[in-house]
């Protein structure tokens, strides 16, 4: 097997899993609670400072069914019918009641992230429930709740979230068409890529360095400034190519994902490691690593989701974490037997 420097890649990283997680507003009563624990009470009062509003700023990579439902939530919004300041959190009774798994363990956590709706909150309490939230309040919380053994995550804002889902499950949708070798799909959205790429390109440039303008790039095709197309279409390889290329870029733009040198005590043996702050960045991690070592998906016989074929003949999404089955099977089992 090729030698891949992210297959060496370890987290010594816990995720703390709490049993209840609550949908909450501004004025609900969490944030009037007794709360015991000082830090969550620092949190919260920090939570109640965000005003964050859905930003979709991946409207060009969203799923049709994600977008539609952004513009619905968008117009509830200027409607009034609903806040912006919405939270998914644990209240302070339920924050002694939780489970751990470890991180390196979770090796489905990609693909189920993929399944999560954005704006559906109980798709995101149950996933919440098997392995944590998916992101915090990273920017204000993280040296509160998370340290380097552990990524306890207790709130989030909905908004927040569901911009970061929204992107993903794009992203995730790219992945396993390139895997996948959809090219019809592919070629749907073959500009926006080849533009990103262009664009990309043009920022590694030096300010001082004229870029010439209508030069067609070798991603192709297109020129970044009226978006003309300056050459004939790509070849599928070269299409299939773009869309790599383009997925590692967007790894590349995770906030916060750093990358050292650790040792393990047992045996003394070095090993890169990253710091990984949120599910986000470890499920982007898990896809990244997947996309270079060209691994196999396979739809899910109960679902109808894609999973890694770890193993020949696995018909069902694995399990998850702390659970000793997959529940795609089992409740295919089931199912089987009621007939
Ligand atoms: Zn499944």
Redesign the pocket.
């Known amino acids: 097997m090729k030698s891949i420097f992210l297959n060496d890649v370890k987290t010594s990283k816990k995720v703390k899993i709490y049993e209840t997680y609550s949908v909450y507003n501004k004025s609900s009563r969490l944030f009037r609670a007794d709360i015991q624990d000082g830090d969550w009470e620092l949190l919260l009062l920090k939570l109640q400072t965000v005003n964050a509003f859905p930003l979709n700023r991946n409207e060009s990579i969203a799923l049709a069914d994600d977008q539609m439902k952004w513009k619905e939530h968008k117009r509830e919004i200027e409607e009034g019918t609903v806040s912006t300041n919405v939270f998914v959190a644990v209240s302070d009774m339920n924050l002694l009641t939780f489970k751990e798994y470890k991180l390196q363990d979770a090796v489905s956590l990609y693909t189920e992230l993929a399944k999560l709706r954005p704006f559906y909150s109980k798709d995101l309490q149950n996933f919440s429930k098997v392995f944590g939230l998916p992101m915090g309040m990273e920017n204000i919380a993280s040296n509160i709740i998370n340290n380097v053994d552990m990524l306890d995550t207790r709130g989030v804002n909905l908004a927040n979230l569901n911009d970061e889902l929204i992107r993903f499950r794009g992203l995730f949708r790219f992945f396993t068409n390139l895997m996948t070798k959809n090219m019809d799909a592919l070629r749907l959205n073959e500009k926006d890529v080849a533009l990103a790429l262009l664009e990309y390109e043009n920022s590694k440039v030096p300010n001082n360095k004229e870029q010439p303008d209508n030069q067609p790039s070798k991603w192709g095709k297109y020129n970044n400034n009226n978006n003309e197309i300056l050459r004939d279409n790509i070849t599928d390889d070269e299409l299939l190519i773009n869309y790599k290329k383009y997925l590692i870029m967007q790894f590349e733009n995770i906030d916060g994902v750093v990358l050292k040198m650790d040792f393990d005590s047992n045996d003394d043996s070095f090993f890169p490691k990253i710091d990984f702050v949120n599910l986000f960045q470890f499920a982007y991690y898990q896809m990244m690593k997947a996309l270079i070592n060209n691994v196999e998906l396979i739809k899910?016989e109960?679902?109808g989701?894609v999973?890694e074929l770890a193993y020949k003949g696995r018909r069902?999404?694995p399990p998850l974490p702390n659970r000793k089955r997959s529940s795609?099977e089992m409740a295919y089992n089931n199912r089987k037997k009621q007939k």
């Open positions: 899910c109960y679902c989701h999973f069902f999404c795609c």
